[in-house]
């Protein structure tokens, strides 16, 4: 997705999908205000940009009924007007028209730069072709006997040329072409749709704090964005990717939540179907956790597995797997459990008394205000060594390294180290191997290789 980097960071997308859920059928007029109100600020941090973002499962429209509907797009059906009305003539070196007016007088459209908009869609999915300085008639002739997937596949084409037009004015707003694939992410994650001035406020809030924009530019911004968002929303709809809900919001069409689905998953985000997710609804916690170690199940679906289950027996569950198994099983079922509640008090509190977990379960407590047993410095240590441990088990001995690292700044390291070599962890030593051999600090690989020989020797 163009620019999709910023995907999803204009607004907090999973507080916006849990408050339209609490609101379920509450009155519009009240459902607006709050998502008025639960607009956020964007992490600024480069590297967060990168992360993975996991997205609520989707019911998609069958395959024949979006195929059919492409060929019914205004962009796609004057993009087939422009390749007919073209047929073979001469182009410029650049691999354009000549005269780009005669076809928008001819053709009734609104000016050069929807036509060259419809110029790339027509040569880039194969009705035009250019070749020595000619434009003939290309491979693709569009029609409705064309199976479901060549039509889909033609509409992803599609879609992946009007976003990258965003890196070079696609809207008529640099800054909503800017936010565009952040914006269409949030549709793609409220179905039902957002207001146009909750758009305009996430926007406004994102630019602010990417750019560190000041007070007099905000304040300009702010009077020109909603003329600029309405333009912009009339230009996704002649596109097929936008439409207007029953309550009057800016909501994707069948057709977009398909088209930036298949943007999502190309840049590695986690953007199931329903019944993608609803697979890891039944299945037990040790099958959910094995499949979360060998990387087949996403954050959507522990999502989908605990709503399926109440806390308290969730929890339970996931105790009893951790509980007799090895670091890396303790990890999954750690983040599994972060997104438990209060509500899973008692069977966390019932794992104070297993050698393995108590510690897991005493921070579990108190991270939720809980009363549970103090940790000393050796029980954040013995943790520490766990989550290595865990990471490294599932061959990820980068990321391994990596955390270490955040642990502590720069000579306390070589602290952490000595007192890992202390604690009762049956994995410790290969933790300390680990960094000895991969730590790319010569004084703490060298630690390391000495804390590991110390911890044999006992």
């Known amino acids: 997705m163009a620019k999709s980097g910023n995907s999803g960071n204009v607004f907090d997308i999973g507080e916006l999908r849990r408050l339209v859920d609490e609101l379920g059928a509450a009155p519009r007029e009240l459902r607006a ?6 607009v956020t600020a964007p992490r600024c941090d480069c590297a967060a940009r990168g992360d993975a973002l996991s997205f609520p499962p989707v019911d998609l429209a069958p395959d024949a009924e979006l195929a059919e509907a492409v060929l019914r797009v205004p962009l796609v059906v004057d993009a087939r007007r422009v390749a007919a009305w073209t047929g073979a003539r001469v182009v410029t070196p650049e691999g354009l028209l000549p005269d780009p007016f005669a076809p928008c007088e001819e053709l009734g459209l609104p000016g050069p730069a ?23 008639p290309g491979p693709l002739t569009l029609s409705p006997d064309l199976p479901p997937g060549t039509l889909l596949e033609f509409w992803d084409g599609v879609v992946m040329d ?34 146009a001035s909750t758009l305009v406020k996430g926007i406004l809030q994102s630019h602010q704090v990417a750019c560190g924009a000041r007070p007099a530019q905000m304040r300009g911004l702010a009077a020109a964005l909603p003329a600029q968002l309405e333009s912009a929303l009339e230009l996704l709809a002649y596109c097929g990717l936008v439409e207007t809900s029953r309550a009057g919001w800016p909501r994707l069409t069948p057709l977009g939540m398909w ?26 916690a040790a099958e959910l956790v094995e499949a979360i170690m060998k990387g087949a199940a996403a954050p959507s679906a522990v999502t989908v597995w605990l709503e399926s289950r109440h806390p308290e027996a969730a929890a ?40 393995a977990m108590w510690r897991y379960a005493a921070s579990w ?36 390294i990596c955390e270490f690292d955040a642990l502590e700044p720069g000579e306390d ?46």
Do not use: C
């Open 33 to 38: 205000a709050v998502l008025e109100e639960s």
């Open 114 to 136: 929807r036509l060259h908009l419809l110029w790339v869609v027509a040569v880039n999915t194969g009705m035009l072709r250019i070749s020595r300085g000619r434009v003939v």
């Open 162 to 195: 009007v976003l990258d037009r965003a890196d070079d004015d696609l809207t008529g707003s640099e800054l909503i072409d800017d936010h565009l694939a952040e914006m269409l992410a949030t549709l793609y994650a409220v179905r039902e749709g957002l207001s």
């Open 259 to 284: 088209a930036v689905r298949q943007d999502l998953m190309r840049e590695g985000h986690d953007a199931p179907t329903g019944a993608e997710a609803a697979v890891f609804a039944d299945l037990g």
């Open 316 to 355: 339970r569950e996931l105790v009893k797997v951790a509980a007799s198994g090895t670091a890396g099983r303790r990890g999954a079922v750690g983040t599994i459990l972060e997104e438990l509640g209060p509500e899973a008090e008692a069977p966390l509190r019932e794992a104070l008394s297993e050698p």
């Open 365 to 400: 407590l108190h991270i939720r205000d809980l009363p549970a047993p103090a940790l000393t410095p050796a029980d954040n240590t013995w943790l520490a060594v766990d989550s290595l441990a865990s990471l490294l088990e599932n061959g990820d001995a980068s990321e391994a």
């Open 413 to 458: 390291l070589l602290r952490v180290v000595e007192e890992m070599a202390l604690v009762d962890h049956p994995d410790t030593i290969a933790v300390l191997d680990l960094l000895g051999s991969r730590h790319t600090d010569a004084a703490v690989a060298k630690s390391a290789r000495k804390a590991a020989m110390k911890a044999r020797s006992r």
